[in-house]
């Protein structure tokens, strides 16, 4: 951690001691944890996976991993038919925000859009197609799962590339949070092998693209910044029921198309997870991507290490009181290097970051390109961890976790953009003399951290109720104040971006922004 980060971790007083409190419990408590191994479930456990029946998996379906945060709870799945598995995700929410914007507005949540509103997140209808081929073990497999609701709004609005090219993609798949089909290769001493091909989650980040499916509502920041989904093919190899091997050939990072050619002149980006589990007390989740997903930078490439460990150091499942206790550890460093396209005219090096042959930004020639990177003169680079810890109480009927992160983004190049003037801001995130604002470009200096209690009441497997306290900081001015981020005429003529940016269409309104956010939220969560 780089001391920069560290510095104002501990300015902060109450998340260092939140992440003390949680690195203790998950060292200390190791030690009288229940030696003895949960009965094995019906489920395989994969991140970010939706609910596929055992018979069909294969691999690590020896234990019970439905604890591990990002994976289904369920054990049982009445709806399983020979040849179709369907499934069903209904969530929805109420937040409150403090600020008590004007417009309702929440910003830099994947879970959470408005304030003060009941909110349909998410409604998911699909499931999967498994049909044998001969008597070896082979079958073709395929998956569908929809994404109505604010899910629809949401994803695809993180993703520039459908702006390139003749095509837009959007209106064909912004209704859809998974659609692959794929072969499933039976391979004698092995529990075989996965081809497919499509549109998947991704397993970056350890939070699940599903929030039934995760520990808490709000993701932390490591969560948030990197991706939910990706576009291409994902072979899964698995030697045994405790590992496997996952290779990606895709479009991008969160990405439908791509902007520019394939990482090393490849014709597409490159990444892989593997997935480690040596007992049912522990996951070890381990992702790697190299991208270029700058636009109009073919030579500028992105890369991201995201490391996950999952333990469960305490199981009692006959127990009253406490049945069982877990922790999870995500740590994330990456960064872009190379010549990045920032357009003739524009300026970079702004803000608190002092980088720049002037010390305070310049504007960039005629050819529009700027060199980033450890070689380069303006940072871009992100560095992150996220630390939770969940237990659960009365046989599982209740559970409660706390946790929180904290991200230093250089650069803010992943960064969710504050929903101002579509997905840019424009001005607003471009002007270098806005110091007090946040601003995606090269230079920048952006750290923020966060810090979540949520209390989840599960009578069944198949239904959660959540209420969470969230507080999130910036060093930026980054979320919405009072006075929202939408004029009266949302960002038409009566729009302006402050006395010291340049004016929007002449207007006045200037967007509230400010450093930190505090939410209550709940939700109601159907999973079958």
């Known amino acids: 951690m780089k001391p920069k980060m560290l510095k104002k971790i501990i300015a902060g007083g109450m998340p260092l001691f939140l992440f003390l409190a949680v690195a203790w419990t998950g060292l200390a408590g190791k030690a009288w944890a229940d030696p003895a191994a949960t009965p094995a479930a019906t489920m395989a456990a ?17 234990a019970d991993y439905t604890w591990v945060n990002g994976n289904t709870r369920e054990h049982d799945f009445p709806l399983d038919g020979k040849f179709f598995s369907p499934e069903l995700l209904f969530d ?4 409150y925000n403090f600020a008590n914007p004007i417009d309702h507005v929440v910003d830099g949540s994947t879970c959470v859009e408005h304030s003060g509103q009941v909110d349909v997140e998410h409604i998911g209808v699909g499931g999967d197609f498994h049909i044998p081929v001969g008597d070896g073990g082979d079958y073709v497999r395929a998956r569908l799962m929809t994404e109505f609701g ?26 859809l949070t998974e659609a692959y089909g794929g072969y499933h290769i039976a391979i004698p001493g092995t529990d075989g092998m996965n081809i497919d091909m499509g549109q998947f989650p991704s397993y970056v980040g350890l939070f699940s693209f599903y929030d039934s499916e995760n520990w808490c509502y709000q993701a932390s920041y490591v969560s948030s910044n990197t991706p939910w989904f990706f576009t291409g093919m994902r072979i899964q190899f698995f030697p045994n029921d405790s590992l496997k091997i996952e290779p990606w050939i895709i479009n991008g990072w969160q990405t ?71 922790f999870s550890l995500t740590c994330d460093a990456g960064m872009q290097t190379g010549p ?17 042959p002037t010390g ?35 046989h599982d009927t209740w559970a409660f976790t706390f946790g929180g992160g904290v ?47 949520g209390l989840q009441y599960m009578p069944d497997q198949y239904f959660t109720i959540d209420l969470e306290y969230t507080h999130r900081a910036s060093s930026l001015n980054y979320f919405v104040g009072p006075g929202g981020v939408t004029s009266s005429d949302g960002w038409g003529p009566g729009a302006a971006t402050g006395s010291n940016q340049t004016a929007k269409n002449g207007g006045t309104f200037v967007p509230n922004l400010v450093t930190f956010e505090d939410l209550i939220m709940s939700a109601i969560m159907v999973h079958i």
């Open 92 to 95: 929805t929410n109420y937040s």
């Open 407 to 453: 991200m230093e983004n250089q650069g803010g190049y992943l960064a969710l953009l504050p929903p101002i003037n579509g997905d840019t801001g424009a001005n607003y995130f471009s002007d270098p003399t806005a110091n007090e604002a946040f601003g995606e470009y090269p230079g920048e200096a952006w750290t923020a951290w966060d810090c979540d209690f």
């Open 46 to 62: 994969t991140p970010a996976a939706a609910a596929t029946p055992a018979a069909l998996q294969g691999f690590m379906n020896q």
């Open 340 to 356: 990045m396209y920032l357009g003739a005219g524009n300026y970079v090096g702004a803000g608190d970051s002092g980088l720049g």
């Open 150 to 175: 604010n899910y629809a709004e949401q994803i695809p609005r993180d993703d520039e590339t459908p702006a390139r090219g003749a095509w837009n993609v959007i209106p064909g798949v912004q209704y």
């Open 256 to 326: 439908y198309g791509m902007f520019n050619n394939g990482v090393y002149g490849l014709p597409m980006d490159l990444g892989m997870e593997i997935r480690w589990a040596p007992n049912p007390d522990m996951v070890f989740i381990f992702n790697q991507y190299a991208g270029t997903d700058n636009p109009d930078s073919p030579n500028c490439v992105k890369y991201h290490t995201d490391d996950s460990a999952v333990i469960k150091y305490m199981d009692n499942p006959k127990s009253d009181g406490i049945s069982k206790m877990a």
């Open 360 to 394: 305070t930004g310049y504007q960039v020639g005629p050819s529009g390109f700027v060199t980033v990177g450890p070689d380069g003169q303006f940072g871009e680079s992100f560095l992150g961890a996220m630390l939770y810890d969940r237990t659960w109480f009365a």
